[in-house]
Every structure is written in C-alpha cells, then in structure tokens.
C-alpha cells in the first residue's frame, strides 16, 4: 500500500512520464509573503480599492498602490509556506467566539480577520502560446485575487475550488505577482474554520486545445457476479485558442503496476475558439479487480488528446470498479454484499496546524480511524480536500460528501456543482449530502421542495450516486432524499418512519458518542474538561452508554446502512456542553491529536476481528480512596475475569455490542483482566497506580520522510515511571529540540482546554515547549527540502532526554 500511495503522490504532482511534455501541474506552496490587512479600515488594509482608478475600475490600473500593484513594497511581510492557517498562531480570548474556539478572529477583531498573500514565480518564454490556469484547492475565505495587478475574481465561499485562466495577463519569460486576499470576518460554519490559503495552490500549463479542469467523469457499469465492467468516459475538452481546432481522443486504461489492461478511441469534434465539446467512449474490462474496504484497488486513465496526428494534451483520472447500492431492506451492498458503514463525522483541522493540514497528516488521521474499525467518513460539513479523498480512496474508506449550504439558487448550485464534478471520478464518495440539519425548513413543505430540486441537480451532475440530507428531526426534508440521514435516535423516530416510509433507504448520518475528556473520569469542568457522558445517567433520556446504545441499534436493523458517529476526532471550537476555558469539542472517539480514548476500544471490539481487553477508569485516581468505582472492560472475548487489588471479582459472559462492569472500592494497586474464548485464555490485560514519570518514551508514525519540504512524520511522546508504565495523569513541560532537515511544523496534547501556543513564531526555530496532557504529547515535524537525517529530544526536568532519528530522502 505504502508503494501505490506514493505513486498517487508521484501522479498528483508531476502526472505521468509520457504527459510531462504536453501538461505540467505545479505546486505553488512554497515562499508566499503574508501579512494582515483590516476588516474595517481600508487605509489599515493597505488602501485596497480606495485608488482613483481601482481594481474594480480599471484592468491593472496604473493607479494601483495595495498588495496587488507590482510597485508595493512587501519586503516587511513574513515569509509562509502552504497550505497556512493564520488563525493557529492567534491568541485565545473568552469574549471571541464559542463555536470557532474562542480564537481572536472575526467581526470582533478587524485587524486579524483579513490576511494578504503575495507569491512572485516567472514564466519562460517558451510558455507564450500554452493555456495557463489558477487552481486554489480551498481559500478561507471571501477570497479575492489577483496577477500582475490584474483582478481575476471573487469567491465568497470557503470551500470551493476556484480555477483562472491567466494566460493573457502572464510577463512571459519575465517575473510574475499573484496576490491574494482572505477575509475570514463572517463565519460559514459553525466550528473551527481557520483563515487563510490552507489548501494547495497549482499552476497548470497545457496546449490551447486540452481537457477542461476536472474534465472527465469515468464511471463504471457492472453486474454480479462482477467478472466485466463497461468503463463510461466522458471528457470535455476545450479550445482556448483564437483559431477553430479539431480534436480526437485516446484512452488507456493502466492497472495499479502501471501496466495497461485496455484502451479505447474516441471521436472527437471540431471547435470554434474559446469552445468547448464533450465526448463520450465506452471500454470493456475483462476480470475487473474490484475496489472495496479491504482490498482498495485504483486505476489510471490516461486520456490523450490529439490533434491531427500530434498529441497535444494527457490528461490523468485515478479511479476504481466498484457496484455501490442502497437498498431499503438490506441496506447499502458494496459489490454484492451488504456492508454495514461504521462511519464517523470529521470536521478539517488537527492540533499545531489548524485547517492547514499537510498531505501526510490527512492520511495518518485516516489510518487512526481505520485502526479501530473504521470503514465510512461523512464531511461535515463541507466538501473535503483533494488529498483527503485521494487517500479514502487509497485506503479503502467510504465518503459521504457534503455541500455547505442548502439552496437552489446560482449562489448555492454553482458549489454544489463544482464539488460533484472536481470529486465524482473518487470511488470512495458512495452518497452526495445536500445539507445537514436545515432547522429553519426541515419540518417545512418549503424544506421537501428544495431538497427535491437539489436531488435532482445531484443526479444531473452524477447519475451514478444518490444523494442525501440529514435532518435533525424534521420529516419533511427527508421525503425526497434517495437516502434518509437521521441525526441522532433520541431525536428521530427511526422505527415509525420505518413503518410510515417502509421503501425508504436510510442511515444514521450522525450519533452521539458519549465522549468526554481523554483520561477524566472525574468532572472539572470548571477547567474545561469533563468525564465521559457514557459512564453517568441523568434520566430516560440520558446519554448512559450511548455510543453502545447507538451501535446496537443501527446493528441490529439490517434496513439502516450504518451510522456516522459525531465525531471521529474531537476539533475545535464548539465546546458544548462546556465554555471557555474549554476551546475544543470533547465528542470525537479519538482527541484533538489523535490519542485514543476508552470509547475507541469498544469501537475496536466490535468493529475489528483483532482480540481486544481494554480496562478503564485508569487505576492513577488520587484523591478518590475509599470511594467505589465502576471498572468497566471493553472486549470481544467471550468471557472476561476480573481481579483487582488480588481479589477475584468473577468471570462474566460478554454480551453482543456490550461491554461489562464491576464495582471496587479504589486503594492503589493492580486491575488484571483475562479475556476467554472458546473457553480458552486468549489476553491478560493489568493496569497499575504507576509512580511517578520518570522515563519518556518517543516514537514516530514512520522512521523517513520525503526531503520534500511537504511530508510529515507524526510523534508520540509518552510519559512512563521507572517500570516503563504509561503515566494517565502526567502533565510535565517538555522541551523539544530539533537538528537536521526539519522544522517544528506544530504540536499538541488532545487538552480540549488547550490555551498555549502551537508551533513557533519562527519555522526555523530549533525549541519550543508543550506540556504532555495525560501523559501524551504529540510533535509534528517536516520537512525542510533537504536529504539527511533529523533528530527530535525530548527532555523534562528530572527525566532523562529521549531522542528519535529521522531519515529525509
């Protein structure tokens, strides 16, 4: 697996060997200027637009002075690379807002809600007479640009990728300024969102006459027993020269070795200047591997565009065979077989880095999921990065994707659209989302009438894919959805629409977890922290073992697909029930960091075949001898024994999607667990009262990286005593310290109370500090672009320093 993503990678950036010389795609991360405007004062926003003859006025007026005007001096701003997110460097203030993590940014604070970029490159000579366009993956947000002073646009959206032809504004074989400016004022969430250009930028060179942005749609068609597909290409191609140019098609189908396992011809068409035409080919695959959870194979498509005899433009679509189908008695079937989708919810933003997540990053949270079982991720709430679907799609993780905002007008039809056709040729997507929880007309006949309208735009722009709404309890958004999202089953009654709707396919598209704070088994929530709701009942309707009340539901009936727990990681901003000091949502199975919590290990039980024994509450709990404990274990033994402090408690049989509990009074000492199967011992689990930390353990989430100042490698650093036991309760001051060819790039502890800095004001700075959270602290190192190794120390007073070597080729 690790080979095939790195030859997505390889494909991503520089397509294919045979392409380079027809198409280029350059990534334009690197050495950006940035600085802050004003959200309320133009003359503090560097007078954007106040010129007698502005932006807005004039094409590249001579008049121009902003950021924008190659004669501004920009010489003060600092240096980022990207993708950036500038709200991570900002201070916490409890006056800011609740839902984005009580973050100086937004209408309260004008002078850090706007933020300027400035990148110069040069275009050879030789370029003069290609197609060159803009490719911004993701800009938060209210974003506008520009090239050498030239005004290319305006998108308000934060999530929308955004394409610009600047072909005819170019300095050939000169140097070249694009500018952009992001005002994260308003808020388009409700949760963290970050500001900035926190996604990649590209530079695309092609011939005049090439395949269109996201120009093919590649879709399969098959029938059990699945032995042959009949691939569906569609391509548009477009002519952006001044002259009439006709074209033909050739398509190659390569499997994962890169070997070619088909190609078909296309007939092509004539186009006027500035035209663009479709064209459609079928190719028949023989013995198609197909793609699925566990076995996620991708192909290429390589499609050449001709012109006469001479190739002009190879254009490269990654895609997999797969039959997907949502059935309202069996729920969804992925090639033949019902699949139960083990889902979670994920919002976009990682602790040091904020909404700015590196490639590398992406997938290391997707394998954090998939290690506990893990099969499904629903977007919430807003389309996903590129990279984050290209690794679904090599992992074998299903996606709902979801739109942000629920319309039908032009303003909300045009993302919807642009999201579908960038993402559709994913073959991890299974469900396009309209909205999520639309209070003001879900219960409307307002809110059934546009989801009808936004179903049927869904199936114009994919025919393949159904779409989707979650409702948090209104019936009426639900009735023309192809497939139903239930928000939580304390708040929609699943079985009467069941009764009401019986042809209805539906999914639990959120469910609580029951969460609290990773290691708190005791409420502080006067310092931001909580226990786990699961473990306490307050009344009928309480939240008493909800993520098992939850899984055993959506189990249990094979009609629903599955369910989408809320959340997969915790995130910031939204700290409900809690508020400041709290900064972060406690909800997510794994925290801020990725650091499991207790509820991932009933997940693992009964969502993997490997054995699990986990024993919790921790067995550190000072301050609470004497008082009676509920000891829980979460296993998919058949049987599991308990001793604690030598006293033998019983064995008990483990029931289905269960867990089981016993009660001891607390007094330091050891808690064994023997899980049985078959009547056999198969695991032995024991937790101590540890002594004090006294060691620190640190390891990585792979021992090289790429030197290509891109990649990142993930540290675990772990507070131990002098028995090399985990510390639950540890919070020591590290010291980091780096040599080599890497920076600190951020850090973090999965503290949803987290109020201290998470990365240095300088990338080049050698140390920084983070306090460990429970005996956890996490350091995200990249790379600096050089080949060498690198070495990360851990120190804290008293222990001694711990090193980790990296390798960078």
Not at 342 to 353: C, E, F, L, Y
Not at 556 to 580: I, K, S, V
Not at 747 to 752: L, Y
């Amino acid at each position: 697996m690790k080979t095939l993503y790195s030859f997505l990678i390889l494909i991503t950036i520089s397509l294919s060997l045979s392409a380079q010389s027809v198409r280029e795609r350059i990534l334009l991360d690197d050495d950006w200027q940035f600085a802050f405007g004003n959200a309320s004062d133009p003359a503090k926003d560097f007078g954007c637009g106040t010129e007698y003859f502005n932006y807005l006025t004039k094409a590249a007026s001579i008049h121009n002075s902003g950021p924008y005007s190659p004669k501004f001096d920009a010489s003060g701003w600092k240096r980022v690379n990207l993708p950036h997110d500038w709200v991570v460097d900002l201070p916490f203030d409890g006056k800011a807002s609740h839902s984005h993590g009580y973050k100086t940014v937004g209408y309260r604070y004008p002078e850090t809600s706007v933020g300027w970029y400035r990148k110069t490159f040069t275009i050879p000579q030789e370029d003069l007479g290609k197609h060159l366009y803009l490719q911004f993956d993701g800009i938060f947000r209210d974003a506008r640009v520009w090239i050498n002073g030239f005004y290319l646009g305006h998108e308000p959206s934060g999530y929308a990728t955004q394409t610009y032809d600047i072909s005819e504004y170019l300095n050939y074989g000169e140097e070249n300024l694009l500018t952009v400016r992001a005002d994260a004022t308003l808020e388009e969430g409700w949760f963290y969102e970050g500001a900035g250009i926190y996604r990649h930028v590209w530079l695309n060179k092609t011939a005049p006459l090439h395949v269109a942005p996201f120009g093919t749609f590649v879709h399969s068609t098959l029938q059990a027993p699945f032995d042959q597909a009949t691939l569906t290409i569609e391509t548009t191609v477009e002519n952006s020269a001044l002259q009439p140019a006709a074209y033909r098609l050739r398509h190659i189908l390569q499997d994962a070795e890169g070997r070619e396992v088909a190609h078909c011809e296309a007939d092509g068409k004539s186009l006027l200047p500035k035209e663009h035409g479709l064209s459609i080919a079928r190719l028949d695959v023989q013995q198609p591997h197909l793609w699925s959870v566990d076995t996620p194979y991708l192909y290429t498509l390589l499609t050449e565009v001709y012109q006469g005899d001479k190739l002009v433009d190879t254009y490269t679509t990654v895609t997999g065979i797969r039959h997907i189908r949502f059935d309202a008695d069996r729920g969804f079937i992925l090639n033949g077989r019902p699949l139960k989708l083990k889902g979670v919810n994920m919002h976009q933003d990682h602790a040091g880095v904020g909404s700015a997540i590196p490639d590398a990053l992406q997938r290391y949270r997707l394998e954090q999921l998939k290690a506990f079982g893990c099969n499904a991720y629903r977007s919430s709430h807003n389309p996903m990065t590129p990279e984050m679907l290209d690794a679904c799609d090599s992992l074998g993780i299903l996606v709902i994707e979801e739109n942000r905002l629920t319309g039908i007008n032009e303003e909300h039809i045009r993302l919807l659209e642009r999201m579908i056709k960038r993402d559709r040729n994913h073959p991890s997507i299974i469900l396009w989302s309209a909205g999520n929880e639309e209070w003001g007309i879900e219960w409307k006949e307002s809110g059934t009438r546009i989801a009808a309208t936004m179903r049927e735009y869904c199936h114009r722009f994919d025919p393949t894919r159904l779409m989707t709404v979650a409702s948090s309890s209104g019936p009426a958004i639900l009735i023309p959805a192809d497939v139903a999202g239930y928000n939580y089953i304390l708040q929609n009654p699943v079985e009467q629409h069941r009764k009401d709707y019986p042809q209805r396919r539906a999914l639990g598209s959120e469910e609580t977890t029951g969460c609290g704070t990773r290691g708190i088994y005791f409420d502080d929530r006067s310092n931001g922290r909580m226990a786990a709701l699961n473990r306490h009942a307050s009344g009928p309707d309480s939240l008493l073992n909800s993520i098992e009340r939850g899984w055993k539901f959506y189990d249990e009936r094979p009609y629903l697909a599955g369910l989408f727990y809320w959340t997969g990681f915790d995130y910031r901003g939204e700290p409900n029930p809690l508020g400041f000091p709290a900064t972060g949502s406690q909800f997510g199975i794994l925290d801020y960091c990725g650091f499991p919590k207790d509820e991932a290990y009933y997940l693992k039980s009964w969502w993997t075949d490997e054995p699990v024994l986990h024993i919790l509450p921790h067995w550190n709990l000072a301050g609470h001898e004497g008082e009676t404990i509920d000891l829980w274990v979460y296993s998919n033994c058949d049987e599991v024994e308990l001793t604690v402090n030598g006293k033998n408690l019983g064995r008990k049989p483990m029931p289905r999607n269960g867990h089981l509990s016993w009660q001891a009074v607390y007094r330091p000492g050891t808690v064994k667990a023997v899980g049985y199967k078959n009547g056999k011992r198969l695991l032995t689990e024991q937790i101590a009262t540890t002594g004090a930390p006294a060691r620190i353990s640190l390891t990585a989430d792979r021992p090289a990286i790429q030197a290509d100042n891109r990649d990142v490698a993930v540290f675990r650093v772990e507070l131990q005593d002098k028995k090399k036991r985990f510390v639950p309760t540890a919070c020591n001051e590290l010291t980091l310290t780096v040599s080599g060819p890497v920076r600190i790039l951020g850090v973090g502890n999965g503290d949803p109370a987290y109020r201290a800095t998470e990365r240095p004001a300088d990338a080049a700075a050698r140390t920084f500090r983070v306090n460990a959270f429970n005996g956890l602290a996490q350091v995200l190192l990249q790379s600096t672009g050089q080949s060498g190794e690198a070495t990360l120390t851990v120190e804290s007073e008293g222990i001694p320093a711990a090193t980790y070597s990296l390798t960078a080729n």
